[in-house]
């Protein structure tokens, strides 16, 4: 069971590069997120699509784009990356989001460097 | 936006001793979930809550709802090394529409071994 799979694991990148972050769920499930994890800051949301064929902002969106390419696949671009965007992302999923499928599986997040 | 406020925010633990940790908000949740993140790995779930005042275990871990529905608690018994990691609560508001159905995540608790 591969679950959440992120790739790439690590990347650096110059400011002002472009990159797409890469998740694909194998667990059938209707809703998938884009975290970000900071130090001292929590996980905090930058995107969602609560089912196929919606995206929504989270609580810190700017900067970023996502794609719901299809119920399996969500991708997270930085269409121009800046140091402040140095941090560790998180993809997750859940069946949906309602209060009784509440419970989130994690990737093994993709450690980005912006320099 | 919501918050969580989790506690402490760190911790130094000896072999065999017990834990506890809690999440409080001054917002009524309907879902609370457990998560421990080892380092380099993303989080991983422990424990889901979907009533007030239940009581679930897994394993030496126990955790449970408050009767508030604004407070959740977990406590390891019997601690062991590999407990060590940051653990992370998470709640849900509720609703099955819009941004009320996503998870809000607490800054985390760092337990790490006694020197």
């Known amino acids: 069971n591969a679950g959440v799979t992120q790739t790439p694991k690590f990347q650096v990148l110059k400011t002002g590069q472009s990159m797409t972050l890469q998740c694909a769920q194998d667990?059938?499930?209707?809703?998938m997120y884009w975290y970000r994890q900071d130090p001292g800051m929590g996980l905090r949301l930058i995107y969602y699509?609560?089912?196929?064929?919606?995206?929504d902002k989270g609580e810190v969106p700017n900067g970023y784009n996502v794609s719901r390419l299809n119920k399996r696949e969500f991708s997270l671009r930085l269409e121009s990356a800046a140091p402040s965007q140095t941090s560790v992302y998180f993809c997750?999923?859940?069946?949906?989001?309602?209060?009784?499928?509440?419970?989130?599986?994690f990737g093994q997040g993709t450690r980005l460097t912006v320099v | 936006g919501q918050q969580l406020n989790q506690s402490p925010q760190s911790m130094f633990i000896q072999e065999g001793e017990d834990v506890s940790m809690n999440c409080t908000s001054s917002?009524?949740?309907?879902?609370w979930l457990w998560y421990k993140q080892d380092p380099g790995e993303g989080p991983v779930l422990l424990i889901a809550?979907?009533?007030?005042?239940e009581l679930t275990s897994n394993g030496r871990l126990t955790a449970q709802f408050g009767i508030t529905r604004k407070d959740s608690f977990l406590n390891i018994s019997a601690s062991i090394p590999s407990d060590v990691g940051i653990y992370f609560c998470?709640?849900?508001?509720?609703?099955?529409?819009?941004?009320?159905?996503?998870?809000?995540f607490g800054k985390g608790t760092k337990l790490s071994v006694k020197p």
């Open positions: 997750a999923s859940r069946r949906g989001q309602g209060a009784s499928r509440a419970e989130a599986f």
């Open positions: 667990m059938n499930h209707n809703s």
């Open positions: 699509s609560a089912s196929e064929g919606t995206t």
């Open positions: 917002s009524i949740f309907n879902t």
């Open positions: 809550l979907y009533k007030a005042g």
């Open positions: 998470a709640g849900q508001l509720g609703g099955y529409g819009g941004s009320q159905g996503n998870l809000i």
